[in-house]
């Protein structure tokens, strides 16, 4: 099934004294860009959490935030650091007495600055604090999916309705190209005519002239190999797994024929329709930068 790139999944649970929330978001990347916040006592779940979430997420710019709360006392004890409290109580008395300014600091205010409570982590055994994590982290990453998965299906409907779109431009193309050639030849004879005044008109020069306008803006090569590509647009949208960057390329190739045809194109009709060809490709484009 066809995945965005953008989603976002959450999940808590409680276990073993510990209060678990994972929080899995991702944008737009064009490669796997990882980043994760997690508490500083747990910092060697990074690395866990980066191969682990690599084995679902191909594409995309992924953040990860983790926060552990113990709710059993038995997991950790808060530690009080004088010195630091002493020092920046100091330097507010100093402060206010420089600047006039009343102290009116308090002991919650005090204990917000950085470092003055810690938490000190008890002996605890890193792969049981994983699997702990994993099974939590293993929640968010199906929600996170699911979203990923409904926002890839309405991409592919998209998609798919804007080939059909094209897939009848190119239908006019193939039907109007052989009436421009006739409408060539109806042309170059009404000049012949007027500028002969009234000599007989060399056939043969007639077909030649035609001949050589219609090698000149025959397209015929380039609306199959166009309607080949969206059928293959169409193949690779109804597979499995990370397809953006295959689709990206084959848009390329999409584009590259639409704008041999508007090259080749004499006819002010045709043009009009090369454009309308080349604004849904534009526009399946920016959807494909969605496309993990």
Not at 62 to 89: C, P, R
Request: a negative charge; charged letters at 30%.
């Amino acid at each position: 099934m066809i995945r965005s790139m953008t989603g976002y999944g959450r999940f808590q649970q409680t276990t073993n004294g510990l209060d678990i929330t994972v929080e899995v978001k991702s944008v737009n990347h064009r490669y796997y860009e990882y980043s994760s916040r997690v508490p500083r006592a747990y910092g060697f779940l990074d690395e866990f959490l980066k191969s682990y979430i690599q084995k679902t997420i191909s594409r995309g710019k992924v953040d990860v935030y983790v926060w552990i709360e113990a709710i059993d006392a038995s997991v950790g004890a808060v530690n009080l650091n004088y010195t630091l409290a002493e020092g920046y109580l100091q330097a507010l008395t100093e402060l206010g007495e420089k600047y006039g300014i009343r102290n009116d600091i308090s002991v919650s205010q005090l204990a917000r600055f950085p470092d003055v409570l810690t938490v000190r982590r008890m002996e605890e055994d890193e792969e049981t604090i994983w699997e702990a994590v994993r099974q939590v982290a293993d929640a968010a990453l199906k929600r996170f999916v699911l979203m990923r998965e409904r926002e890839g299906e309405a991409l592919r409907e998209d998609i798919l309705n804007r080939a059909a779109t094209i897939l009848e431009s190119v239908k006019l193309v193939e039907e109007r190209s052989p009436i421009t050639v006739k409408e060539h030849m109806d042309k170059v004879e009404a000049r012949m005519l007027q500028l002969l005044n009234g000599v007989d008109i060399d056939e043969q020069r007639i077909l030649t002239e035609a001949a050589l306008y219609a090698d000149k803006t025959a397209v015929a090569e380039e609306t199959v190999r166009l309607r080949s590509h969206l059928n293959q647009l169409e193949t690779i949208l109804s597979g499995d797994g990370p397809v953006g960057r295959k689709l990206d390329f084959l848009v390329q190739e999409i584009n590259r024929e639409a704008n041999t045809i508007g090259s080749k194109s004499q006819d002010v009709t045709l043009a009009r329709v090369v454009v309308d060809i080349k604004a849904e490709i534009e526009k399946i484009r920016e959807q494909i930068q969605n496309i993990e």
